[in-house]
């Protein structure tokens, strides 16, 4: 928090003063010095210079009463020197006491603004109130568990372990911190460290928490179901009506072979609880108890009750992190014949599956698993049971349309024909279920066009318009969805939008590891899900690393480089697009440690560009697994204005943005391919 070397500099004036005067006026100069620059500080909303300055002061009063008690010091004032130490403790101590205070009201002003953002789940922005927190009290055990907290809801686990670790280096009797690295720990498989902090915490109080961690942990790492079970039923003693200490009794019930009481636990959960999860898992456990323990019919009813659900599951409703695993684990050890397996396989990972993928796998249960003749044991009763694609495809596209998710998009490039006119496009930016849902898009545009109201049904475009013009207007946008509804939007016409620059994004995966693989003059060939009819050559495209399996600091920007062809079908009919590789960014970290590629750690770090006002709204932060996405000219602009240039001011990414608003393409070779470390060296490839 100290500045070493300022604070140095203030000290030694103080222990070089010659007699007491001296003294006195150093200290004086010291004190209203520190008290002009804190109340600017403040104003400026810097309270960590602010609190500085106030500790400073303290610090030279401290060191002004040391220099007192050293009888050699100042010899001519023996008799003033009890009077003196005195007043330099007393005033060392109310400067103490104005940091302390300074400090309470600036955390409390940043604990003010994390709740609005953690409803709105603005986790990037909440990370960074709270690392300014933590600057103001380093030491401060609440601050770094909240750090924790909020790198878990990001999804980096090692990140939060670590927090929770250092919160209870700093507090070791934090019990909560306990509880939390135990959570972490075992969602690394971390599982002996995990039940080292539930029992540490066991130790302060015995909790429903730790004792039901506990035994789910000794579950998972050894099987020991019978003592997971002590536990667990110890630990619903103490919350009698908690649906994860039933949800997990359930299971252990079931590898004890308890069927009666494992469905009595799972029927519990599955009538109380909301959590999708958990809702999914208890039907499943039910289907298989019936059927293990002989009850057909009740397995048959309890398998049309799974479906129903399934039907009503929106791939959407879950998060990237919903694991399945766990699920298919339970099934794949069970002694269910292999035909009941798939079926339940496949019904279970309905949520993640694509539409097209619900109609194959289920168009292939029909076929293969349950051909005509086959007799009427439960597999099929299940399978006649399953309702027709349609209707599970239709159930998806039931969720509702979230409004911030339809966003009106345009590009413009100048008519190399007529001076001043525009080639312009218009689109709608959407996530794919959203895109779904739409039937049709009209627009509205300027009295000056002809032909006014133009209704576009091109939803493989993404609804585009083209035109040419001379001039920018508000154009009214009317969405109509599947079920009849409108949604009217307006958008600005902007003409000094450029041709559409795209991002990227990769997950570090044996498929495709942006990490390893972007080398500078490299050309690869990328998936393609979206925008296809957007995307031609010479465009711009942003790597981007989704964090996949590694931690949230390897979640960021990488680089760019250029499209050099049109979407293509691959060999497999998937859309593919060549991009080649212009420039890499590297930290400065990374650069001077010489980390190889594939361990580097994003050199614009996503909390960074998703903390811009502009990309705040981006898809980036609602589709974690999506592949392609649009960048405008406000967030292109935004990005190396507040980034880029800053870090990296040789990146050649600003010539080939101004490049590409006089251009249609613009050219790779016009660019040289390099490694571009932080620190401003460039090593030409």
Known sequence: ?????ETNRIISKVENASNVDQLLEILEKIKTSAERRAEEYQNLKKYAEAIREYRIVSKAYFRAADLLIDQSKFPRYRKARGTLLSLFRTEARRWEKKHETLLQEALEKYKEEVPALEKEKRYYEMLEKLKKALE????????????????????????????????????????????LKGQMAFYLKQYEIAEGAYSTALTFNRSADALCGLGVSLAERKS????????????????????????????????????????????????????????????????????LAGKTKSGVKAAEDIIKYSGTISRFDT????????????????????????????IANIPKLSESEIEYSLRKIEENIAPKGVPQTILSKIIGKVPA?????????????????????????????????????????VPEHVLS???????????????????????????????????????????????????????????????????????????????????????????????????????????????????????????????????????????????EYIERWISKHDAINN?????????????????LPSWKGHLLATMPIGTNFLVTQDQLDELLNQIIDVRFPSSQLRRAVNSSKYRNQIDPSEFKHSLLSEDFSQDER
């Open 389 to 429: 694609a349609e209707k599970i495809i239709s159930a998806v596209k039931e969720e509702p349309i979230d409004e911030n998710d339809i966003q009106i998009r345009n590009t413009a490039n100048p008519d190399p024909d007529k001076l001043g006119y525009y080639d312009w496009e218009i689109f709608l930016d």
């Open 437 to 579: 849902k739409i039937v049709q898009v009209k627009y509205i545009l300027h009295p000056t066009f002809p032909e006014r109201e133009i209704i576009k049904e091109n939803r493989d475009e993404y609804f585009k318009l083209e035109r040419n013009g001379w001039g920018e207007f508000n154009v009214k946008v009317i969405i109509t969805l599947k079920d009849g509804q409108e949604l009217t939007k307006y958008h600005w016409l902007k003409l000094g939008a450029h041709l559409t620059t795209l991002l990227f994004q990769s997950t570090d995966t044996t498929r495709f590891h942006l990490r390893k693989d972007f080398t500078p003059g490299r050309s690869v060939s990328w998936f393609v899900s979206r925008y296809k009819s957007l995307m031609h050559p010479g465009q711009i495209v942003l790597l981007w690393n989704a964090k996949g399996k590694s931690s949230l600091n390897v979640k960021g920007l990488y680089g760019w480089g250029i499209t050099t062809g049109e979407p293509k079908h691959d060999s497999t009919g998937k859309f593919r697009i060549n991009v």
């Open 595 to 611: 980390v190889p590629p594939e361990n580097q750690n994003a050199p614009v770090s996503a909390g960074n560009v998703l903390a």
């Open 1 to 5: 928090m100290d500045k070493p070397q």
């Open 136 to 179: 103001l009290d380093p030491g401060n055990a609440f601050i770094l568990s909240d750090i924790g907290v909020t790198l878990y809801k990001l999804g980096d686990f090692q990140g939060a372990l670590e927090k929770f670790e250092k919160a209870i280096e700093e507090k070791p009797d934090y019990e909560q911190a306990y509880l």
């Open 224 to 291: 020991d179901y019978k003592q997971a079970r002590k536990l667990l039923e110890e630990a619903l003693e103490f919350e009698p009506d908690s649906t994860l200490i039933k949800a997990n009794l359930a299971e252990v019930m079931f590898f004890l072979k308890e069927y009666t009481e494992c469905q009595d636990y799972a029927s519990w959960v599955r009538d109380n609880t909301s959590d999708i999860y958990n809702g999914f898992l208890m039907r499943l456990l039910l289907v298989l108890s019936n059927y």
């Open 319 to 346: 998060e990237e992190s919903w694991d399945f695993s766990k699920l298919n684990e339970t099934v794949k050890k069970s002694n269910l014949t292999p035909e009941v397996k798939k079926i339940l396989l496949s």
